[in-house]
Nanobody, 117 residues
Framework: QVQLVESGGGLVQPGGSLRLSCAAT??????????MRWYRQAPGKQRELAAA???????NYVDSVKGRFTISRDNAKNTVYLQMNSLKPEDTAVYYC?????????WGQGTQVTVSL
């Protein structure tokens, strides 16, 4: 079993930045083999995939965050990050970390990001 714990959310003004972290733990965990993703869910909307990074380091982003968000991973620390710059009110959501391997998908509990004056 893998446990994922997100941190770094909070309240930020439009144009500001936040860095989310997701730390993975678990017996026998080989973090470097996992594809890692950041999803987000805004109030009243479906959860969407915001950013993803493969075990090999290839990244992908939803169009609405391209050029503003950067996903990265530190396999030595079993941690994935989401650097969010130039934040907009429409980025307000609960952000969830996900780890995927061999058809299994593990989720964190989520962290709230609120972009507002």
């Amino acid at each position: 079993q893998v446990q994922l714990v997100e941190s770094g959310g909070g309240l930020v003004q439009p144009g500001g930045s936040l860095r989310l972290s997701c730390a993975a733990t678990g017996t026998g965990l080989i973090f470097k083999l996992y594809a890692m993703r950041w999803y987000r869910q805004a109030p009243g909307k479906q959860r969407e995939l915001a950013a993803a990074i493969t075990s090999g380091g290839t990244t992908n982003y939803v169009d609405s965050v391209k050029g503003r968000f950067t996903i990265s991973r530190d396999n030595a620390k079993n941690t994935v990050y989401l650097q969010m710059n130039s934040l907009k009110p429409e980025d307000t959501a609960v952000y969830y970390c996900s780890g995927v391997i061999a058809g299994l998908n593990f989720w964190g509990q989520g962290t709230q990001v609120t972009v507002s004056l």
